[in-house]
T-cell receptor, first 110, second 114 residues
Framework: GENVEQHPSTLSVQEGDSAVIKCTYS??????FPWYKQELGKGPQLIID?????GEKKDQRIAVTLNKTAKHFSLHITETQPEDSAVYFC?????????FGSGTKLNVKP | DAGITQSPRHKVTETGTPVTLRCHQT?????MYWYRQDPGHGLRLIHY???????DKGEVSDGYSVSRSKTEDFLLTLESATSSQTSVYFC?????????????FGSGTRLTVV
């Protein structure tokens, strides 16, 4: 089955700096790559996604890039704010199932 | 989360007892999923359903069973709870199987087996 690895497990940045979270996947058949943000005590919420026929997607301060050849994709958050502090999960979708990374705890220091 | 509710939100149970968690949706989505979340492991799929009475196993299905007799309800049962099943359980729904619109997650059930 699919194996998704996510790095780093924790990330601490100063407010206003950029944050980058990286994921790799193993199954070349995976074709959809969502990113989720989970705040304390809540379920994960979709923040951005990308499909295998697209190399980059941007939505305001967040962007995702995908390199199909290398089987890796990344989340970029610019101009970080304290409310960006949360756990972020990447996922790779193979048919109708998602495989999640182990999560990155992002701490944005004011 | 809008359209999807999990019950109970918290539960403490004893080893060896059966436990049933409920996921209810009002979105009429075809696909429903049960995940468990543990530190260092992210979210791991237990079971999923692609329609009424249609279910399949995920990567960590041992010790769990599911049932879906109505579109809106997906039940997860621990036949005989063990301490290793202490976890936070999330239900998710999807209109298309996740490859176009992603999942919507519930707020989770924190289960403690003592």
């Amino acid at each position: 089955g699919e194996n998704v690895e996510q790095h780093p497990s924790t990330l601490s940045v100063q407010e206003g700096d950029s944050a980058v979270i990286k994921c790799t996947y193993s199954d070349s058949a995976s074709n959809y790559f969502p990113w989720y943000k989970q705040e304390l005590g809540k379920g994960p919420q979709l923040i951005i996604d990308i499909r295998s026929n697209v190399g980059e997607k941007k939505d305001q301060r967040i962007a995702v890039t995908l390199n199909k050849t290398a089987k890796h994709f990344s989340l970029h958050i610019t101009e970080t704010q304290p409310e960006d502090s949360a756990v972020y999960f990447c996922a790779a979708s193979n048919f109708n199932k998602f495989y999640f990374g182990s999560g990155t705890k992002l701490n944005v220091k004011p | 989360d809008a359209g999807i509710t999990q019950s109970p939100r918290h539960k403490v149970t004893e080893t060896g007892t059966p436990v049933t968690l409920r996921c209810h949706q009002t979105e009429n989505h075809r696909y429903m999923y049960w995940y468990r979340q543990d530190p260092g492991h992210g979210l791991r799929l237990i079971h999923y359903s692609y329609g009424v009475k249609d279910t399949d196993k995920g990567e960590v299905s041992d010790g769990y069973s599911v049932s879906r007799s109505k579109t809106e309800d997906f039940l997860l049962t621990l036949e005989s709870a063990t301490s290793s099943q202490t976890s936070v359980y999330f239900c998710a729904i999807s209109e298309s199987g996740g490859d176009r619109y992603g999942y919507t997650f519930g707020s989770g059930t924190r289960l403690t087996v003592v």
